[in-house]
T-cell receptor
Framework: DTAVSQTPKYLVTQMGNDKSIKCEQNLGHDTMYWYKQDSKKFLKIMFSYNNKELIINETVPNRFSPKSPDKAHLNLHINSLELGDSAVYFC??????????????FGPGTRLTVL | AQTVTQSQPEMSVQEAETVTLSCTYD???????LFWYKQPPSRQMILVIR??????QNATENRFSVNFQKAAKSFSLKISDSQLGDTAMYFC????????????FGKGTHLIIQP
């Protein structure tokens, strides 16, 4: 009964390849996020999707594209992988509502290594 | 834009001692939420404690409590009776609230509990 799941947990690939990371949440939340944690452990928001609409798109290269087939899924596609894309990518979800703490629940992370 | 600063990259204490992790933030918002997340070596992000800015009372969760000073924009985490399992990275996070904003994280404090 995992709340937020990601696949794969580890991904090793060559520079220039295209890869995807999948995320699914079974919490009934309406907003999902992708975060990147770099080698210094710094976490930064990449994207969020609310009701299938992109809400935030920070200064992320357009090689990264989130795809949400439905409210429970937010996949991350990365084209032409570069060495600097090596990081841990976390998916998270929350229920947006004014007047309430919108706690974000995190997936286990995907460690991406680009060789 | 919000910023979150954690000035202690690493701390080490003996088991059963009390330890305080510091966090300051900068924002022009009047209402927001603050969180402490724990990331053990398993890399799972675990919510430790949360605080609404409009509440003056400091949040507590068992051995974890915060000292929230809104005017000073300070949000420190106190861990009482520290245990070996508390060894982890601790991240302070800011959330503007209301919409689908992502969390703004500090750079983290690596807390080591010595036996």
């Amino acid at each position: 009964d995992t709340a937020v799941s990601q696949t794969p947990k580890y991904l090793v690939t060559q520079m220039g390849n295209d890869k995807s990371i999948k995320c699914e949440q079974n919490l009934g939340h309406d907003t999902m996020y992708w975060y990147k944690q770099d080698s210094k452990k710094f976490l930064k928001i990449m994207f969020s999707y609310n009701n299938k609409e992109l809400i935030i798109n920070e200064t992320v290269p357009n090689r990264f594209s989130p795809k949400s087939p439905d409210k429970a899924h937010l996949n991350l596609h990365i084209n032409s992988l570069e060495l600097g894309d090596s990081a841990v990518y976390f998916c998270a979800s929350s229920q947006t509502a004014s007047g309430r703490i919108n706690e974000q629940f995190f997936g286990p992370g995907t460690r991406l290594t680009v060789l | 834009a919000q910023t979150v600063t954690q000035s202690q990259p690493e701390m080490s204490v003996q088991e059963a001692e009390t330890v305080t992790l510091s966090c300051t933030y900068d924002t022009s918002e009047s209402n927001y939420y603050l969180f402490w997340y724990k990331q053990p070596p398993s890399r799972q992000m675990i919510l430790v404690i949360r605080q609404e800015a409009y509440k003056q009372q400091n949040a507590t969760e068992n051995r974890f409590s915060v000292n929230f000073q809104k005017a000073a924009k300070s949000f420190s985490l106190k861990i009482s009776d520290s245990q070996l399992g508390d060894t982890a990275m601790y991240f302070c996070a800011f959330f503007r609230g209301g919409g689908a904003d992502g969390l703004t994280f500090g750079k983290g404090t690596h807390l080591i509990i010595q036996p």
